[in-house]
């Protein structure tokens, strides 16, 4: 019975319709117009201007090691993807491999997962508070390339 009702309780707190219920530039809001992600998707443009940006400490019990998440999502034509890159070990400006499991990039088209086998995620860009700069990976038949992205500093 205690099972049942903390289930419930968990779907009563349920959150917003949204990506992330975070500001994706804390503190600073006048950032906000900024934030971009974009790239060529099997050569058709995807652009969003909703592109969330997470640091994850203490990785692995290692308190000197930090994370980077992103995360972007498009909606077009009723249709939503996203565009997940993970970078093990962040140390700011650089070119990271995306080589599973260490650094990652994932498109989601719908439902359908695109896991990348290969490509760059490079920042070339740090204000202080934004990172720029670019990625490109391929995911199973998935080719992402020409992307740029411009994300609050998390």
């Not at 692995?60 to 996203?82: C, H, P, Y």
């Not at 993970?86 to 499991?101: A, E, N, R, W």
Request: glycine letters at 8%; charged letters at 20%.
């Amino acid at each position: 019975m205690t099972i049942i009702a903390g289930l419930a309780a968990m779907g009563a707190c349920r959150k917003k319709k949204g990506p992330a219920d975070v500001d994706t530039a804390k503190p600073d809001s006048s950032l906000l117009s900024q934030l971009n992600m974009s790239a060529l998707v099997n050569t058709v443009e995807w652009k969003t201007d909703s592109a969330y940006s997470y640091k994850v400490v203490n990785s692995g019990g290692d308190t000197s090691i930090f994370n980077l998440m992103v995360i972007a999502t498009q909606e077009k034509d009723n249709q939503r993807s996203t565009i997940n890159i993970s970078i093990t070990d962040f140390k700011g400006k650089g070119t990271y491999k995306i080589d599973p499991p260490i650094n990652t990039a994932t498109y989601y088209s719908g439902n359908i997962r695109h896991y990348a086998s290969t490509g760059n995620f490079v920042v070339v860009t740090d204000t202080g508070s934004l990172y720029k700069g670019t990625f490109n990976f391929v995911a199973d038949t998935v080719s992402v390339i020409d992307g740029k992205f411009s994300i609050a500093k998390p």
